[in-house]
C-alpha cells in the first residue's frame, strides 16, 4: 500500500512496529518536507513486501560497497527520480533510515546516507565503522547521520 507522507501532520502509518515509531515518523516527514521544499516533490512511501526491488538494489549497494548487512526489518521504501538524481529510501524497524543518492550522469554525485531517529541506538552494524553527526530538525527531534562515497556503478 502506497501511503503519502503528510510532514504538517506527522503520522505513524507503516512504522507501527517500531520501538522509536514516533520519531521514525518524524525522520520519515523531514525527508518528506526537504523534497516538497527543495523539488516540489510529493514524498510516497511503500509498505517493505511490495517495494522488495529498492531494498534489494540498497541491500547490493551496501554489501558490495562496505561488505555490510543490516540486521534490522525493512517496513518501508521509496525511489525516485528528481534533477537527474536517483533517491532510494528504506525505513527500517529499529528507526534507522538508508537513503541512496546516485546522480545519473557520469561525473555526478554518489552516497549512502543513515539517518538515526532520535532515541535509537547506534546498529552494532554501523557502531565501529562510522561516526555520526548530530542535527536538531523540528519534526524528528536529533537526528544523527552519517554516510559514504559511492565508488562502484550500480
Known amino acids: 500500500m502506497a501511503y503519502i507522507v503528510d510532514f504538517t501532520n506527522v503520522s505513524t502509518v507503516g512504522l507501527e512496529s517500531s520501538p522509536v515509531a514516533e520519531a521514525l515518523a518524524g525522520l520519515r516527514a523531514n525527508e518528506a518536507r526537504y523534497f ?31 561488505d555490510l548487512v543490516i540486521a534490522s526489518r525493512p517496513l518501508q521504501a521509496t525511489e525516485f527520480v528528481v534533477d537527474q538524481v536517483r533517491w532510494s529510501y528504506v525505513f527500517y524497524e529499529s528507526g534507522l533510515s538508508i537513503n541512496v543518492l546516485y546522480t545519473l550522469a557520469d561525473a555526478g554525485k554518489r552516497a549512502v546516507g543513515f539517518k538515526l531517529s532520535d532515541g535509537m541506538d547506534v546498529p552494532a552494524e554501523l557502531a565501529d565503522r562510522f561516526k555520526f553527526a548530530r542535527q536538531k530538525s523540528k519534526l524528528a527531534g536529533t537526528i544523527r547521520g552519517s554516510f559514504f562515497v559511492i565508488k562502484g556503478e550500480y
Open 36 to 66: 516538497h521544499n527543495k523539488y516540489a516533490h510529493v514524498f510516497n512511501v511503500e509498505d517493505a513486501e511490495a517495494a522488495q526491488p529498492i531494498i534489494d538494489y540498497v541491500h547490493h549497494i551496501l554489501a558490495a560497497e562496505r
